[in-house]
């Protein structure tokens, strides 16, 4: 008899920082087939332009589709930002007909009255989020009420991809822009890390963030809304494989990706290089 059951859900980010939406998604969902893929050759996504971030992530999502990917989970703020609608509104019919590709953006702008008492809500994020403005316009549909302050950190990405998340170097930066979101409202009760790097700055963040603000993390909202999703959803879940395994790609050197990659899912992993 045929086995039904043959696809698998694929995770894909412009780099390393998905790894940390895996990772917990992979907690809640640990029986399911996972594919991760990190464009890493052409990364970062951050201060790319709107059609430079469409059209890569939109090249990473087809072939995310040719491995057999059921359902993709977009687990970058940026592409997230610049590029899901895009492709849910305009291609995925024509390249994935029955299949569907989430965000990572919606499930935490749906939950934002969950993180702020006093409804001043902080965004940590990159460049390309800040500017696109989606989660003030996202949170704005369901929570008119919150204030939502966002501030962009461009050199944190390049601390976590180069191994320097916990270095003394990284303090300037770390306060610098904490100083800078405070000054923008210093009613900020609760920061969300709108990039999923950020989580590997967190005990930096935590030292130096005045401790009445709370740090919200994307990737357990994440996992929690994806296992709604199948809950939800039964059409789309029989479909997919359980054999608990990951197998990850990266656009880059592999012997790379294997190293930092293995600090985020603090495990040993082996990757395949891959080209879009």
Wanted: glycine share 6%; charged share 20%.
């Amino acid at each position: 008899m045929k086995n039904e059951r043959k696809h698998t859900i694929g995770i894909f980010d412009s780099g390393f920082g998905g790894l940390t939406i895996l990772k917990e998604i992979k907690k809640k969902l640990p029986e399911y087939s996972y594919i991760y893929l990190g464009d890493n050759a052409r990364a970062p996504y951050g201060t790319r332009s709107f059609e430079t971030v469409y059209k890569y992530t939109l090249e990473a999502v087809k072939k995310l589709f040719e491995l057999d990917c059921e359902l993709i989970i977009i687990a970058c703020n940026t592409a997230s930002a610049k590029a899901l609608r895009s492709i849910q509104q305009n291609d995925l019919k024509a390249i994935g007909g029955t299949k569907k590709v989430l965000g990572i953006l919606r499930p935490c702008t749906e939950q934002a009255q969950n993180f702020t008492t006093n409804n001043n809500l902080g965004i940590f994020a990159t460049k390309g989020t800040v500017l696109s403005q989606s989660y003030e316009i996202e949170i704005s549909k369901f929570f008119p009420q919150i204030t939502v302050t966002s501030n962009a950190c461009p050199m944190w990405v390049p601390l976590v991809e180069n191994g320097e998340a916990e270095s003394d170097g990284a303090d300037f930066f770390i306060k610098k822009e904490i100083n800078n979101i405070l000054t923008k409202n210093s009613n900020i009760d609760s920061i969300l890390l709108g990039c999923t790097h950020y989580p590997l700055l967190q005990n930096k963040i935590r030292k130096f963030l005045p401790q009445h603000i709370s740090i919200i993390n994307q990737g357990n909202i994440v996992a929690n809304s994806l296992s709604n999703y199948l809950e939800k959803h039964p059409e789309i879940e029989e479909k997919l494989i359980k054999n608990n395994s990951i197998t990850y790609y990266t656009t880059d050197c592999n012997e790379n990706f294997d190293k930092i990659g293995s600090s985020f899912m603090q495990e040993n992993i082996i990757s395949r290089k891959l080209a879009l």
